[in-house]
């Protein structure tokens, strides 16, 4: 971002030292005198944290700076009450409706390498100055403020949540269902989100706190050894946060009949076992389909196709990885790095309230509302 300057002529000086002087109107004398001291090589952040007779918001320096620099004295004393925040307030709206349109030809020749080069996706303050006449001739900081006051926010994007399931709101309803059965049953019904997930001897990179440069980034130190990969079958009680779970090099039929029997064990006094999950199709293979009748107070919940959002215990699996997978330092100690992954998901062997906080199960989530019993 460019360094905000003011160059004035010995005209100009003389006008803002009578104006810093000699007007009665105190606002008018602070803004000749910031001028001034931005004139004498202050950065208009500096003269509003300590520049000035008490400290301002920057931006309200920067918004001196604009007038004068657009309309010279006579701008500083049309605008008692916030310079020219006004002005900029009121084109607010047709500023943020074009930027929910995306950018045009203008942006696109801006950041353009060839003649052949595509249209743009996103907004940056670059293509915003060329498509806007409101910011032409504006410093990147100047269009970046006045963005700001305007309401306009740089914020992550999200996913949408989208099921191609033609009976996703059927599927969704019969989740809402059976979670609001099992709360109010708790004696007779226990319901369990059942997944699987794979991790690898390998770290992956992260954010971590560190020197400064030229300090070395943190590094996913992968200790010079050969990847490797394991994988988990888990489920996660609805209700209690309780975590049951197996683990091995590959999670296939055997292994997810041989997780059925585990989960009839650990709920050995329920009526009914209802088990969400989602449609791959290992768990609908015909194998595992003839072994549950083994089991018949097991009933398999399915959940919409591509519908993760629907099944919380896949935030579990997000935690595990921020707080035990990302930058780990055990690539060269493949049993520890398992030993500490079974240890994370043992934890919650007899439940957690701050899992179940964590997944969406307590709070004020659909899926949380679900499990509310009506009073």
Not at 45 to 55: E, F, S
Not at 346 to 351: C, R, V
Request: glycine share 8%; charged share 25%; hydrophobic share 40%.
């Amino acid at each position: 971002m460019a360094r905000r300057t003011l160059i004035l002529t010995e005209e100009q000086r003389q006008q803002l030292l009578q104006l810093r002087d000699h007007d009665t109107r105190p606002y008018v004398r602070e803004r000749g005198a910031a001028l001034l001291k931005i004139a004498e090589g202050d950065t208009p952040h500096q003269v509003a944290k300590r520049g000035l007779l008490k400290p301002r918001d920057p931006d309200t320096v920067y918004s001196w700076l604009d007038l004068y620099q657009a309309s010279g004295v006579s701008g500083l004393i049309a605008h008692p009450q916030g310079g020219s925040r006004g002005r900029h307030l009121s084109a607010a709206e047709p500023i943020l409706e074009r930027l929910r349109q995306g950018p045009g030809e203008e942006a696109r020749q801006e950041m353009a390498i060839t003649d052949t080069s595509p249209p743009l996706s996103r907004w940056t303050l670059r293509t915003i100055r060329v498509s806007f006449d409101h910011f032409r001739g504006m410093t990147l900081g100047g269009v970046w403020r006045i963005l700001y006051r305007c309401g306009a926010r740089l914020r992550s994007g999200i996913v949408q949540q989208y099921s191609p399931d033609p009976d996703y709101i059927n599927k969704r309803d019969n989740l809402y269902k059976v979670m609001s059965e099992a709360a109010a049953a708790p004696g007779r019904l226990a319901l369990v989100f059942l997944d699987e997930m794979g991790y690898a001897r390998w770290p992956e990179p992260a954010c971590d706190w560190t020197g400064r440069a030229p300090a070395a980034p943190p590094l996913a130190d992968r200790a010079e050894s050969p990847n490797r990969l394991w994988r988990i079958i888990g489920a996660m009680n609805a209700l209690t946060g309780r975590v049951d779970f197996l683990d091995d090099y590959i999670v296939g039929r055997a292994k997810v009949i041989k997780f059925y029997e585990q989960l009839s064990c650990a709920y050995p006094d329920v009526e009914r076992l209802l088990v969400v999950q989602d449609n791959w199709s290992i768990h609908r293979h015909d194998d595992v389909m003839e072994a549950l009748k083994r089991w018949p107070r097991i009933e398999p919940v399915w959940l919409p196709t591509y519908s993760p959002w629907l099944n919380p215990i896949e935030k579990l699996w997000r935690w595990l990885r921020q707080d035990v997978l990302k930058l780990h330092r055990l690539a060269g100690d493949w049993p520890s790095l398992r030993g500490r992954v079974n240890q994370f998901l043992g934890q919650f062997a007899t439940g957690s309230h701050e899992l179940l906080h964590y997944v969406g199960l307590s709070g004020q989530g659909k899926l949380a509302q679900a499990l509310r019993i009506p009073p």
